[in-house]
């Protein structure tokens, strides 16, 4: 469990700051709903720039799959360069959801 706890508590403050601005700074017209689908896209990454196949996304999807394999470094080998490692690759897959969101509601 110790392994995660770096991995779990950037999950944790990720999906809080992500919450904040779904609340926070999306427009007041947007629904709840439009508010929930856009944190499930932060969350995911570049994971729904993959399963839509979007072309203008193809470099924040190549970081962000990516930074996911350097989030996984710390629970594998679990020392202070790989938590930061891991905080950096977290870093490219929240940004890639971001990127998304930006592309998303662009279009």
């Known amino acids: 469990m110790k392994r995660f706890a770096v991995t779990g508590s950037l999950f ?11 609340v926070c700074e999306l427009p ?3 629904s709840p709903v439009d508010r929930v689908r856009v944190w499930v896209v932060f969350m995911t990454g570049p ?4 399963l839509s196949d ?5 470099g ?3 970081f ?17 360069w790989t938590g930061v490692l891991a905080a950096f ?7 890639a959801g971001f990127l998304t969101v930006l592309v998303w509601t662009a279009v």
């Open 47 to 50: 994971m729904y720039a993959t």
């Open 64 to 80: 962000g799959w990516c930074g996911l394999l350097l989030g996984l470094s710390h629970p594998l080998r679990p020392t202070p």
């Open 12 to 22: 944790v403050v990720a999906g809080t700051l992500a919450a904040l601005f779904c």
């Open 28 to 30: 007041s017209a947007c």
């Open 60 to 62: 924040a999807e190549l």
């Open 89 to 95: 690759g977290l870093f490219l897959w929240f940004s």
């Open 54 to 58: 979007s072309p203008s996304l193809a």
